[in-house]
Protein backbone atom coordinates (compact mmCIF):
# COMPACT_ATOMS: atom_id res chain seq x y z
CA UNK A 1 0.00 0.00 0.00
CA UNK A 2 1.88 3.38 -0.91
CA UNK A 3 1.75 6.91 1.33
CA UNK A 4 2.61 9.83 1.01
CA UNK A 5 5.68 11.01 1.93
CA UNK A 6 6.97 13.97 3.53
CA UNK A 7 8.81 16.20 0.42
CA UNK A 8 11.38 18.55 2.14
CA UNK A 9 12.23 21.52 1.62
CA UNK A 10 15.21 23.60 0.47
CA UNK A 11 17.56 24.54 3.37
CA UNK A 12 17.60 20.06 4.18
CA UNK A 13 21.15 18.79 3.44
CA UNK A 14 19.76 15.85 1.36
CA UNK A 15 18.97 18.11 -1.12
CA UNK A 16 22.54 19.28 -1.78
CA UNK A 17 23.85 16.20 -1.93
CA UNK A 18 24.72 14.21 -4.76
CA UNK A 19 22.57 11.34 -4.93
CA UNK A 20 23.82 7.73 -4.97
CA UNK A 21 23.64 5.54 -8.01
CA UNK A 22 20.97 2.58 -7.37
CA UNK A 23 22.83 -0.89 -7.79
CA UNK A 24 20.83 -2.72 -10.35
CA UNK A 25 20.71 -5.86 -7.99
CA UNK A 26 18.39 -3.29 -4.99
CA UNK A 27 15.49 -2.70 -8.08
CA UNK A 28 13.88 -6.02 -7.15
CA UNK A 29 13.83 -5.74 -3.66
CA UNK A 30 10.67 -5.13 -1.81
CA UNK A 31 11.79 -1.61 0.02
CA UNK A 32 12.65 -0.07 -3.35
CA UNK A 33 9.66 -1.14 -5.14
CA UNK A 34 7.84 0.58 -1.85
CA UNK A 35 9.78 3.57 -2.46
CA UNK A 36 9.09 4.15 -6.38
CA UNK A 37 5.06 3.46 -5.25
CA UNK A 38 5.08 6.03 -2.37
CA UNK A 39 7.25 8.49 -4.69
CA UNK A 40 3.95 8.43 -7.33
CA UNK A 41 1.36 8.55 -4.23
CA UNK A 42 3.33 11.20 -2.94
CA UNK A 43 4.00 13.38 -6.12
CA UNK A 44 0.10 13.14 -7.46
CA UNK A 45 -1.10 13.91 -3.96
CA UNK A 46 1.27 17.42 -4.24
CA UNK A 47 0.29 17.73 -7.75
CA UNK A 48 3.48 17.40 -9.34
CA UNK A 49 4.53 16.50 -12.76
CA UNK A 50 7.55 14.56 -11.02
CA UNK A 51 9.46 13.76 -7.86
CA UNK A 52 12.96 13.09 -7.41
CA UNK A 53 14.37 10.33 -4.27
CA UNK A 54 16.51 13.30 -2.61
CA UNK A 55 12.39 15.24 -2.55
CA UNK A 56 11.99 12.75 0.20
CA UNK A 57 15.39 12.57 1.84
CA UNK A 58 16.54 9.17 0.19
CA UNK A 59 19.66 10.21 -1.85
CA UNK A 60 19.28 8.04 -4.61
CA UNK A 61 19.65 8.56 -8.49
CA UNK A 62 15.91 7.41 -8.96
CA UNK A 63 13.20 9.75 -9.62
CA UNK A 64 9.46 9.07 -11.40
CA UNK A 65 7.12 11.67 -13.68
CA UNK A 66 4.63 12.10 -15.02
CA UNK A 67 3.18 15.44 -16.96
CA UNK A 68 -0.39 13.90 -17.86
CA UNK A 69 0.08 14.05 -21.81
CA UNK A 70 -1.31 11.62 -25.13
CA UNK A 71 2.07 11.07 -25.81
CA UNK A 72 4.25 9.76 -22.56
CA UNK A 73 3.27 7.29 -19.93
CA UNK A 74 3.98 7.78 -16.22
CA UNK A 75 7.66 7.19 -16.02
CA UNK A 76 10.34 5.34 -13.30
CA UNK A 77 13.95 6.11 -14.33
CA UNK A 78 16.68 4.93 -12.15
CA UNK A 79 20.20 6.69 -12.72
CA UNK A 80 19.76 8.61 -15.76
CA UNK A 81 22.26 9.74 -17.66
CA UNK A 82 21.57 12.46 -20.28
CA UNK A 83 21.97 11.36 -24.03
CA UNK A 84 20.90 14.59 -25.76
CA UNK A 85 20.06 18.25 -25.45
CA UNK A 86 18.91 20.59 -27.96
CA UNK A 87 17.99 24.31 -28.19
CA UNK A 88 17.86 26.59 -25.33
CA UNK A 89 14.61 27.90 -24.04
CA UNK A 90 14.16 30.17 -21.51
CA UNK A 91 10.70 28.56 -19.09
CA UNK A 92 9.18 29.92 -16.10
CA UNK A 93 9.56 26.92 -13.08
CA UNK A 94 8.86 26.17 -9.61
CA UNK A 95 9.40 23.44 -7.17
CA UNK A 96 7.85 21.11 -4.92
CA UNK A 97 10.52 21.81 -2.62
CA UNK A 98 10.11 25.40 -3.06
CA UNK A 99 6.67 26.20 -2.32
CA UNK A 100 5.03 29.24 -3.47
CA UNK A 101 7.66 30.33 -5.77
CA UNK A 102 9.22 30.76 -9.47
CA UNK A 103 11.88 32.09 -11.57
CA UNK A 104 12.60 32.24 -15.35
CA UNK A 105 15.47 29.42 -15.76
CA UNK A 106 16.73 28.76 -19.07
CA UNK A 107 16.55 24.77 -20.43
CA UNK A 108 16.65 22.84 -23.41
CA UNK A 109 13.65 22.29 -25.77
CA UNK A 110 14.21 19.25 -26.77
CA UNK A 111 15.90 15.87 -24.31
CA UNK A 112 16.84 12.28 -24.80
CA UNK A 113 17.77 10.59 -21.25
CA UNK A 114 18.55 6.84 -20.23
CA UNK A 115 17.77 4.88 -17.69
CA UNK A 116 16.85 1.80 -16.55
CA UNK A 117 13.12 1.51 -15.53
CA UNK A 118 11.14 0.05 -12.54
CA UNK A 119 12.40 -3.71 -13.98
CA UNK A 120 15.67 -2.57 -14.19
CA UNK A 121 15.24 -2.99 -17.68
CA UNK A 122 17.17 -0.23 -20.18
CA UNK A 123 14.77 2.79 -21.13
CA UNK A 124 15.22 5.67 -23.29
CA UNK A 125 13.31 8.89 -23.02
CA UNK A 126 12.61 11.28 -25.66
CA UNK A 127 10.56 14.82 -26.07
CA UNK A 128 10.02 18.32 -25.89
CA UNK A 129 8.27 21.10 -24.05
CA UNK A 130 7.43 20.01 -20.40
CA UNK A 131 8.37 16.66 -20.51
CA UNK A 132 12.11 18.03 -21.52
CA UNK A 133 11.89 20.78 -18.98
CA UNK A 134 10.92 17.91 -15.93
CA UNK A 135 13.62 15.74 -16.67
CA UNK A 136 16.58 18.31 -16.56
CA UNK A 137 14.51 19.29 -13.54
CA UNK A 138 14.54 16.01 -12.08
CA UNK A 139 18.23 15.03 -13.02
CA UNK A 140 19.34 18.44 -11.57
CA UNK A 141 17.81 16.94 -8.37
CA UNK A 142 19.87 13.89 -8.31
CA UNK A 143 23.21 16.08 -8.38
CA UNK A 144 22.03 18.28 -5.85
CA UNK A 145 21.21 20.89 -7.54
CA UNK A 146 17.56 23.20 -7.65
CA UNK A 147 16.03 25.19 -10.01
CA UNK A 148 16.73 28.63 -7.84
CA UNK A 149 20.03 28.13 -7.92
CA UNK A 150 20.31 28.55 -12.29
CA UNK A 151 17.34 30.51 -12.13
CA UNK A 152 16.23 34.66 -11.95
CA UNK A 153 14.33 36.82 -11.10
CA UNK A 154 12.67 33.83 -8.51
CA UNK A 155 9.83 35.65 -6.96
CA UNK A 156 6.52 34.70 -4.77
CA UNK A 157 4.03 33.41 -7.48
CA UNK A 158 1.14 36.25 -7.72
CA UNK A 159 0.09 36.28 -11.05
CA UNK A 160 -2.91 33.57 -12.40
CA UNK A 161 -0.25 32.10 -14.40
CA UNK A 162 2.89 31.90 -11.80
CA UNK A 163 0.25 30.03 -9.62
CA UNK A 164 -0.66 27.43 -12.27
CA UNK A 165 2.82 26.86 -12.90
CA UNK A 166 3.49 26.39 -9.11
CA UNK A 167 -0.20 24.15 -8.62
CA UNK A 168 -0.05 22.03 -11.85
CA UNK A 169 4.02 22.38 -13.55
CA UNK A 170 5.83 22.61 -10.54
CA UNK A 171 8.15 19.30 -10.31
Same mark, same amino acid.
Given at each position: ???? +? ?7 ? =?? +????? +? ?19 ? =? ?6 ? &? ?6 ? %?????? %? ?44 ? #????? &????? &???? #? ?33 ? =? ?12
Amino acid at each position: MPYI +REIIRDGHP =TL +RKVAK +RVDPKEIAEPLFQQLIDDMFE =TMYDAPGV &GLAAPQVN %VSKRLF %VMDVHDDEHEPAVVINPKIESAEEEVELTEGCLSVPGMVGEIVRYK #RMIVS &GLDRD &GKKI #RLEGEGLFAQCLQHEIDHLDGVLYVDKARNVREAV =TEEEKEIVETASE
